[in-house]
């Protein structure tokens, strides 16, 4: 069923071609023309025509389609904020910004859980290594048939999915086949990193970075290989401050931190429930997928009854958002 599943998700890559063009354009498609009230981030143009991408702001999930035939209405990101500011977008938006002078794990760490249960966050950072498969192999083993797809978020860099073509077809499969459903996570492209450099001065603080490049050619690329990027962007190291905070939501995009880094927690702190659990599936941290594998077996027979789940993170935030306002 895989290799069935795989093929089909290959040929859809070819299908998608290269983008060109790409850059944020923001407007308001009206429920008339796109079925529902859609808010449209970017505009690019792929296999011959000029498509868009955009979100709902209710769900918080996106979707490229043609432009063809849509009269939209472009907005400054301000009004597009305004606009939202009641619904889930505009708030997840807003509240992003909230702890942003942090240096560290900005944005949304924890999520209302709809019971027992996690966020999973998978992070592809740059790595020699090939993907952690067994994670992904034991999650899906751990929640089928209870959860099908089983949801979790994936953290990709530009980088990576240039050097893992095979591991990026993979993972492809298993969200074709429908028993992943992936919330694809802009980690940035190049995820610089200086050994020596002072948390202010590293990762995306580096001095030169263009946070601009860094943030749309990563999009780009995941939409020329099949994958639909989401709203949430992911930190490298989980460092910024609040101007890159700005940024990143000026570009319509939230951080999204995590309250359960477990290569790094200790020993005996469990994630609990709602957690953003961190992990990191390529190959450079085992510890920690160790640690979520532990995780799962002790939780077996909650799994087994239902009575601890993974969560999407869009429902989830969503769900925050709403109690919170
Ligand atoms: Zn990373």
Redesign the pocket.
């Known amino acids: 069923m895989l290799t069935a599943a795989l093929s089909l998700a290959l040929l859809a890559t070819l299908k998608a071609g290269p983008v060109k063009d790409y850059a944020p354009l923001f407007a308001e498609c009206r429920a008339e023309e796109c079925g529902r009230r859609l808010i449209v981030l970017r505009s690019f143009r792929q296999a011959g025509e000029r498509r868009i991408l955009t979100v709902d702001p209710r769900t918080l999930e996106t979707e490229a389609r043609p432009m063809k035939g849509l009269h939209l209405r472009r907005l400054p990101v301000e009004a597009v904020r305004a606009s939202t500011a009641d619904e889930p977008y505009g708030r997840v938006l807003l509240d992003s910004e909230t702890n942003g002078a942090s240096h560290q794990d900005a944005g949304i760490v924890h999520a209302l859980p709809a019971g027992n249960g996690v966020v999973l966050t998978v992070?592809l950072?740059p790595s020699a290594r090939p993907l952690d498969r067994r994670l992904f192999e034991a999650v899906i083993a751990t929640f089928l048939p209870e959860e099908r797809p089983v949801p979790l978020g994936i953290?990709v860099?530009g980088r990576w999915m240039e050097k893992h073509r095979d591991d990026l077809a993979w993972l492809r499969g298993l969200q074709a086949s429908g028993e992943m459903a992936v919330t694809w996570i802009n980690?940035s492209y190049n995820?610089r990193y200086g050994k020596d450099l002072p948390v202010s001065r590293n990762f995306l603080l580096e001095p030169g970075t263009d946070i601009r490049k860094e943030i749309l050619s990563t999009e780009a690329l995941m939409l020329e290989n099949g994958l639909t990027p989401s709203i949430f962007f992911r930190f490298?190291?989980l460092i910024s401050d609040l101007d890159l905070v700005k940024r990143v939501v000026s570009f319509g995009l939230a951080p999204i931190g995590s309250d359960a880094w477990l290569a790094k927690t200790a020993k005996d702190r469990q994630p609990s429930p709602g957690s953003i659990v961190l992990v990191h599936g390529n190959g450079n941290e085992p510890v920690g997928v160790n640690r979520f594998l532990a995780l799962l077996r002790e939780e077996g027979r909650a799994i087994r009854s239902r009575d601890w789940l993974l969560f999407d993170l869009r429902d989830s935030v969503r769900l925050e958002e709403i109690r919170k306002h």
Do not use: E, K, N, S
Request: hydrophobic share 10%.
């Open positions: 992070d950072c953290a860099t980690h995820h490298p190291g």
